[in-house]
């Protein structure tokens, strides 16, 4: 027999792997599917690529691989029989077999006994080889069999490693000087000290300076400030502003050149002014609790529906999710979003296409991982009712696990990536964005949450006026605590606070502001200042407001109350309050206008320099002698390129250094004016410039900031693609650079010829006030983004509640309206609601109401 059956894997041999350091074995869940070894057809595990797959899909990997030789998994699950002993170990046969398997948490190991079983499967015949079988395979299958039995399964293998064991403590952090210069931290509102930047800021841990780090392929934007900083003063140490928390910060080491730990961040942090140690909170039961929960007790009861005999309901779009640890955020997101027709359709309805043409490894694409969660929601198939034996209130779903989902989705982010609770606005505004990247040349379900935004901003000395617009999924809508309708209930709570506080006093019965979902709007729509606003009008800097509206509506609104903030001492808290927030919504007074008779526009003109300081009172200065880093003109110079281009580079990429230059110059290198001397813009006549030469003020809608198309350009982006895409996103990088990846560039071409057919307004926002019909629109950019138009009235359909006093804490849950009524989604249980507590919740979603 043992000849037999050496012969019979002879042919197999060349594709039988022994699992390699850095291989992971998928032993406990299907690519495809939710299909485990406790399931009824069991796992298969590709004895090449050591993928696992359920019973429906193992045809399909061996049909396209060619791999024949799998591994098959069972585990037989048994309840005790009568009389058994109470406490008894529960029995396994084969006990090697899955060693790191962890137990199906839905059953009591006390009541339920273990029978583990594997076995070699050789396909396409199926023929079965029973496990262990040392004396009659071959050496190198039993050795393949027996790594592969013994393997940690994939996540859990590397759920204990976090990216922070790889780094290393810096030298400098025991010894850090710290310069007492009365610097002190806001909590908000932080700018790079020299070029304005407000995204990827450092600061450093010496001397409090606030900079700007390097802009990377990642889209994390700076121009390299604070490593120049370092070169200036040789402090070391640098901390990224807005990852700190609890448990730490990014912190890194210019001197030696990588990201470090420093065990004295909250030490460093509190000489600038950063408190963070009073946010220490503890887990209990999957859920991140704090430990001031006092205040928070009616929210948690309230939101969960504590005391209340909720209906637990079963069955197809009935199905929960299991909590694997902080999990909750994502849970109660991808909830919602596959209760939206257009993320049905695209990932369930397309599921056998999607399966079909998925990659060699399934685990590692989005558009399968998607499709697998979806149809594990919407399916039913774990979500069954109980049987007549069974008491419905004793028997809950299983649910599924979205470990695999949320290892893809959280790959490369150092927040979602760990196990601490995040925030689930952010992720879905994440997951948003990679729908974008993985829609390219298809159907994008996100097109559902895209909408135009008007932001109309006026020059209050000159009182002309310029109509731009961005991009948006979701209205952040403030919370005006001096509208609250309880106003003097909660003045009377804060003296009584304040009396608790210093006469060291038990604190009162915490008072929630209860605040009129109207005053949120107007909140919105609330003129607000512009700072460091430079009117074109005066060629200087001055004073701004600004006003937003809609330029279309999308099918779906989402809406994010704006509970979380920051304290003086850097707590991050929630507001408590509670808002009327309506199910029926009507915007259309907030739809946009456009340029309204009597305005007069701004000139489209950009200023050709932005510095922090503007030192020319309201002036260029000479025409002749414009302000530019001679030593940086210089140092390109003698790289060979002509000295008036070099002087242009430098002008152009506001002294920001030769690096920056370089990158105008590679751009720019083709223009027949590319060594021309360098011309300045009149600051005679304030209109709008009639020159396509980029050497003077450009129209703003015709050019975006020089140094962001010499960085995409520098990339290997055409330029053309890269203004394109830089318009097209508010001339954001990151988004641009998102842009560029999900609309290739011949595309442009093709919408070119099709605006006279998608959009019969030239204008980017729809000046009309009433549409009757759902449409689709372009912007005038033809391939600016795609909208989805619409009535401005719309329903309540869902909303996702947080309870805890940080976004960093606490648990999340969906109340979700099917079938005419509302469910509550708490991790893996699914109940019916009795009162779902929509003046509490933190992101609510709306579809538009068809017309007539």
Not at 735 to 749: C, G, N, Q, S, V
Request: aromatic content about 8%; charged content about 25%; glycine content about 6%.
């Amino acid at each position: 027999m043992a000849t037999d059956l050496g012969e019979l894997l002879v042919p197999y041999m060349p594709t039988i792997r022994v699992p390699r350091t850095g291989d992971r074995v998928f032993k406990s869940e299907c690519a495809f599917s939710f299909d485990s070894p406790e399931s009824e057809g069991g796992l298969y595990v590709c004895m090449n690529t050591f993928l696992g797959f359920g019973r429906e899909h193992v045809e399909r990997h061996y049909r396209k691989t060619g791999q024949s030789v799998y591994m098959h998994l069972k585990r037989h699950v048994k309840e005790k029989a009568t009389g058994a002993a109470g406490g008894a170990i529960p029995r396994r046969r084969n006990g090697k077999v899955f060693l790191d398997l962890e137990l199906n948490r839905d059953f009591n190991g006390e009541d339920y006994e273990y029978e583990d079983e594997a076995k070699l499967v050789i396909f396409p015949d199926h023929f079965e080889i029973p496990l262990p079988n040392i004396e009659e395979l071959p050496a190198l299958v039993t050795i393949a069999c027996d790594a592969v039995l013994n393997a940690s399964s994939a996540y859990k293998k590397q759920e204990p490693e976090s990216w922070e064991e790889e780094i290393q403590v810096s030298r400098h952090a025991r010894s850090l000087r710290q310069l007492d210069n009365g610097v002190r931290i806001p909590p908000s509102g932080w700018k790079c000290q020299k070029c304005e930047m407000r995204e990827n800021l450092w600061m450093n841990l010496t001397d409090g300076a606030v900079l700007c780090g390097k802009w990377f392929f990642d889209g994390s934007g700076g121009n390299g400030h604070a490593l120049e900083h370092f070169r200036e003063t040789n402090h070391p140490l640098a901390v990224k502003l807005d990852t700190i928390t609890p448990d730490g910060a990014d912190v890194y080491s210019f001197e030696e050149e990588e990201a470090v730990l420093d065990p004295h961040i909250s030490e460093h942090l509190s000489h600038f002014g950063i408190d963070m140690l009073q946010m220490q909170n503890r887990t209990e039961n999957g859920h991140n609790t704090d430990n001031n929960s006092r205040p928070r007790v009616s929210e948690w009861e309230v939101i969960q529906e504590s005391g209340m005999k909720l209906k637990a309901v079963f069955g197809s779009g009935y199905t929960g999710i299991k909590n694997l640890g902080n999990s909750c955020y994502l849970s109660t997101v991808m909830q919602v979003l596959f209760s939206i027709p257009d993320f049905q359709r695209m990932y369930v309805g397309n599921l056998q296409r999607i399966f079909d043409y998925s990659p060699l490894d399934p685990t590692q694409d989005f558009a399968t991982q998607m499709a697998k969660l979806g149809h594990g929601l919407l399916s039913g198939q774990h979500s069954k009712p109980p049987m007549k034996s069974e008491l419905i209130e004793q028997h809950q779903q299983k649910g599924v696990s979205p470990r695999m989902f949320k290892s893809l989705v959280s790959r490369g982010h150092p927040e979602f990536s760990s196990t601490r609770q995040q925030d689930a606005h952010e992720l879905l505004l994440h997951v948003i964005n990679l729908v974008e990247r993985n829609s390219a040349g298809s159907e994008n379900p996100s097109d559902v949450f895209r909408f135009l935004v008007e932001e109309r901003t006026q020059c209050c000395q000159t009182r002309r006026v310029r109509y731009t617009q961005r991009v948006d999924y979701c209205i952040q809508l403030p919370a005006p605590f001096e509208a609250a309708t309880n106003r003097e209930e909660l003045l009377a709570y804060e003296a009584k606070l304040k009396d608790a506080e210093e006469n060291m006093r038990a604190p009162p019965e915490p008072v929630r502001a209860r605040i009129p979902f109207t005053a949120c709007l107007q909140a919105l729509t609330e003129p607000e200042n512009v700072p460091n606003f430079w009117s074109s009008a005066l060629q200087a800097k001055s004073a701004g407001v600004k006003t937003s509206r809609f330029a279309s509506f999308p099918e779906y609104l989402v809406l994010q109350i704006k509970k979380f903030t920051f304290g003086v001492d850097w707590v991050p808290k929630k507001l408590d309050l509670a808002i009327d927030v309506p199910d029926f919504l009507d915007l259309s007074r907030m739809r946009a206008t456009g340029l309204q008779t009597g305005e007069e526009e701004l000139p489209d003109l950009m200023p050709p320099i932005v510095l922090p300081e503007d030192t020319r009172d309201n002036s260029m200065g000479s025409l002749d002698s414009p302000e530019i880093d001679e030593a940086a003109v210089m140092q390109l110079a003698e790289m060979g390129f002509p000295l008036e281009a070099c002087r242009k580079a430098v002008y152009y990429t506001g002294n920001m250094g030769p690096e920056m230059a370089f990158n105008w110059i590679i751009a720019h290198m083709e223009e027949p004016d590319f060594a021309e001397p360098l011309t300045l813009p009149s600051m005679i006549d304030p209109g709008p410039s009639t020159s396509d030469s980029p050497m003077g003020a450009t129209p703003l809608e015709n050019s975006p900031p020089e140094e962001s198309i010499a960085i995409l350009t520098s990339m290997g982006f055409p330029r053309t693609h890269s203004i394109t895409a830089l318009k097209a996103t508010n001339n954001n990088l990151e988004r641009a650079l998102d842009w560029i990846f999900t609309h290739p560039e011949e595309e442009e071409t093709d919408a070119l010829s099709d605006m006279a057919d998608t959009e019969p307004n030239d204008n980017a926002f729809s000046n009309s006030n009433s549409h009757s019909d759902s449409t689709l629109s372009q912007d005038r950019d033809s391939s600016g983004p795609r909208v989805k138009d619409g009535p401005g009235r719309y329903e309540l359909f869902a909303f996702i509640s947080h309870m805890g006093a940080s976004t960093m804490s606490g648990h999340y849950v969906c109340h979700i309206k099917k079938e005419g009524r509302w469910v509550m989604f708490n991790d893996h249980k699914v109940c019916l609601s009795e009162r779902p507590p929509k003046d509490l919740g933190y992101i609510y979603f709306y579809h538009r109401l068809s017309s007539g």
